[in-house]
């Protein structure tokens, strides 16, 4: 296809009829619909409908700017209900624009990037509850790592948060923070069943925020919970007890969601043992880089929404205010433009989260503190590169025959079989 710009220089692109709906076809897809439309595309960019709504879909460094920079784009309208109530719901920090999301957003950069001790604290909580589990395992003889994984995660982020972190607290919550992220890009029962449980959880979280402002339940200092629970806005107001729960939510739900990567983790491991080999005499040297390709090369969000709040340009098109976008977050790490090989994994890429803002951009791009850009990704690697050190370094174990293709027109997705251990053994 010839160059958009070469053709219609500064205008417009033309709006699509109401009988090119692609929702099906999305529906279908999944990580590969917007991929399949835009890599043969030159720029990158394509208009159509999604359930009867005009959007313009996006990839690469030019949409990345777009949506990260500056206050062009809001996240407000941009995700169907069901999706937006399961993850960020009304009200959160990513429901925010301007100085007000700078200044909430302040606050999670402080607790999951300014302060490493903070991280540091999160991953030594989630070695300990990996290693006291680890005994449990041996008896078991066969785990789902996919499983496992969220379950510790889950206790270590209730522990570090300043939650309630005993066995029944981590076994009523583990499933209710990984439902949320299962069931979001779809829409069936189970996903009625995610959003009341998620609602029963943020009572609980409610109680919890009102008993540490009372001070009838002592935390630790600093902990995430005291933070959110004293946290005031530009006019030092208080939040509402029921949006410091969703921004509770909004730090153990992500904190679970690694376990997704840890599994493609473990995948990329046993088909690459020369990795899994390195790792084992407890060698740290590319250990990040390793962990960073896996947030690369592994299916993890599609896309993100927008919608313009003022007039804008990209790739030498206008689009109009009020617009809704999408920006494709899975194709651009898969776009040979952007990356050599990249259905490749090769670790000696040696990407960062700090770097390559607008092409590397498995959870978003732009500059963390000033955008809405997600600000655990400094945690999540620290997470994935701490399991890859457990897998390799404190235990063994047999993968046995089992399915580990994973669907890409299924969203969110896996290895098949939820990558099956057998045989577990502390080393």
């Known amino acids: 296809m010839g160059s958009a710009m070469g053709q219609a220089g500064m205008s417009g692109l033309p709006k ?61 309208g941009a995700m169907p209900g069901t999706t937006l109530r399961l993850l960020q719901d009304k009200h959160s920090v990513q429901q925010l624009d301007g100085e007000a999301h700078r200044h909430r957003k302040a606050m999670f950069v402080r607790m999951l990037v300014s302060h490493s001790s903070n991280v540091d604290d999160l991953v030594t909580r989630f070695e300990d509850a990996w290693l006291r589990r680890l005994a449990a ?52 029962p189970a996903t009625v069943t995610a959003l009341l449980r998620r609602r ?55 904190i679970v969601a690694v376990g997704r ?23 740290r040297e590319g250990l ?28 030498g098109y206008r689009l109009q205010k009020g617009q809704w976008l999408l920006f494709d977050l899975y194709g651009t790490c898969h776009d040979p433009r952007w990356f050599t090989e990249p259905d490749a994994f090769r670790p000696e890429r040696d990407l960062s989260w700090q770097k390559d803002r607008k092409r590397f951009v498995p959870q978003g791009g732009g500059e963390t503190a000033q ?29 046995p025959e089992q399915e580990l293709d994973v669907p890409l027109g299924t969203v969110p997705t896996g290895p098949a079989s939820g990558f099956i251990l057998e045989n577990v053994r502390k080393r």
């Open 137 to 188: 395992w041996e008896r078991r003889g066969r785990i789902s790592l996919a499983a496992a994984a969220e379950t510790t995660l889950a206790e270590a982020a209730l522990s570090w948060a300043g939650l309630p972190a005993n066995q029944q607290s981590v076994e009523r919550d583990a499933p209710v923070l990984a439902g949320m992220v299962e069931n979001a890009g779809r829409f069936r």
């Open 261 to 283: 990567y840890i599994t493609f983790a473990a995948a990329m491991l046993h088909q690459k043992p020369a990795w899994r080999e390195r790792f084992a005499d407890g060698s």
């Open 16 to 76: 699509p009829p109401i009988l090119e709906d692609q929702t099906l076809a999305l529906l279908r897809e999944g990580y590969l619909f917007l991929p399949r439309r835009l890599a043969t595309r030159t720029p990158p960019i394509w208009r159509t409908r999604l359930m009867l709504r005009d959007v313009v879909c996006v990839s690469g460094p030019e949409a990345a700017e777009l949506f990260y920079t500056g206050d062009t784009v809001t996240r407000r």
């Open 371 to 399: 955008s809405h850009r997600c600000p655990g990704e400094k945690a999540t690697v620290a997470l994935i590169a701490e399991a890859v050190r457990l897998l390799t370094y404190h235990m063994v174990f047999d993968v």
């Open 288 to 315: 990040i880089q390793f962990t960073e390709e896996v947030r690369r090369y592994a299916p993890f969000f599609p896309f993100v929404g927008g919608i313009l709040m003022r007039d804008a340009e990209c790739y």
């Open 200 to 254: 029963r959880m943020e009572r609980r979280l409610q109680a919890e925020i009102r008993a540490v402002r009372s001070g009838s339940r002592k935390v630790r200092e600093g902990a995430p919970i005291a933070e959110i629970a004293g946290y005031r806005d530009a006019d030092g107001r208080p939040l509402p007890a029921s949006v410091a729960a969703v921004e509770m939510l909004n730090l153990l739900r992500p």
